[in-house]
């Protein structure tokens, strides 16, 4: 529920809203606005009855929010939120922030490359996967702590914030100890234990839409973080799955102007997910950064033939550089329309 003050509210009637809304056992949220102040009602399980509410004075109106997701909601935050990640602006109109690196930690060496390559070619944050959900059993499950050591130090040689998927909430603890920004993947979406334990943490958290999630469960999904006190949430669009078997799944890139309609959060694409070509990963990146996009997550590898992970998919050095440079001049073109 959300209860619209008028204009000439005053602080005190405000204060009886909160209060009358506490008596009811449920929690009270000011949204302060620049026309009026809104309270935000959360904690309900069902329907609220507002009758008392809508009779005290400076109450305009009071909507119901039947949606299962409010603190996400423009509703509830109708400005755009910039989360903040290891030094990085997501959000707003802040610039788009490409977040590139190997799928995969494979050594030392390789993520050193990696960074280096990136940062050359003008990338924000550096990834790579230490602990990878991978299909089946006999694949490479990536290096674990090894890996995310690896990654620490490459991301430092570089001076580049580093992400890495968290995958269970006992890996947490370690997980923080090296990257800048926790990765929730695509297959964990609705790992509501997880989410609700990384809403406990001040640190920032990139949520990937599952395979097979509607809007509505992507964004219940990241109410679940922002409900533990967790607002740094950075949404990524990376395909799901349809019927069609060409590309590794389908890219709703419609998704990226709907969700900054219907949230305030910021929402990054991931064209190497969506595809698996490597050929789409470019064409991809720049219809996102079209449509909107608050940045793009695209996977390097400095040698994509010999990747353990993903390598169909990843970009090498040169056509990633050459990339960086027609999304940088393609956000000189949107800027200027
Ligand atoms: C990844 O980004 O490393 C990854 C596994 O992606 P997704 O969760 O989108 O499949
Ligand atoms: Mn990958």
Not at 12 to 28: C, N, S
Not at 299 to 324: K, T
Request: glycine share 10%.
């Amino acid at each position: 529920m959300l209860i619209v003050m008028h204009h000439s509210a005053t602080d005190e009637q405000v204060r009886a809203v909160t209060d009358a809304v506490e008596a009811m056992g449920l929690i009270a949220e000011p949204i302060p606005g620049s026309l009026r102040t809104a309270i935000g009602v959360l904690g309900n399980q069902g329907y609220v009855d507002d009758t008392t509410i809508r009779e005290l004075p400076g109450v305009r109106e009071v909507i119901h929010v039947s949606k299962p997701y409010k603190l996400v909601s423009r509703d509830f935050h109708p400005a755009p939120s910039v989360v903040e990640a290891g030094g990085v602006k997501f959000g707003g109109g802040q610039p788009p922030v490409l977040i590139a690196g190997p799928c995969t930690v494979e050594s030392e060496e390789q993520m050193l490359a990696a960074a280096r390559l990136v940062k050359e070619a003008g990338a924000h944050m550096l990834r790579g996967g230490a602990f990878k959900p991978r299909t089946g059993p006999h694949s490479f499950q990536g290096l674990g702590v090894e890996g995310l050591k690896y990654l620490r130090q490459a991301g430092d040689a570089q001076g580049l914030p580093v992400i890495t998927e968290v995958m269970r909430i006992e890996q947490l603890e370690t997980i923080c100890r090296y990257a800048d920004v926790l990765q929730i993947g695509a297959r964990n979406m609705q790992n509501f234990d997880l989410l609700k334990e990384v809403g406990k943490l001040s640190y920032p958290v990139l949520l990937k839409r599952g395979m097979s999630a509607t809007i509505e469960e992507f964004l219940s999904a990241a109410e679940y973080i922002l409900a533990e006190g967790n607002p740094r949430v950075i949404l990524c669009e990376r395909g799901i799955r349809t019927f069609e078997k060409t590309t590794r799944n389908t890219l709703d890139l419609s998704v990226v102007p709907l969700i900054r309609e219907m949230s305030h959060l910021p929402i990054v694409v991931d064209p190497s997910h969506a595809t698996g070509r490597r050929s789409l990963v470019g064409p991809m990146a720049k219809a996102a950064i079209v449509v909107g996009a608050h940045g793009v997550m695209i996977e390097v590898h400095p040698d994509p033939d010999r990747a353990l992970c993903d390598g169909a998919q990843s970009l090498n050095g040169d056509d990633f550089s050459q990339l960086v440079t027609e999304l940088y001049r393609l956000q000189g073109l949107l800027v200027s329309v």
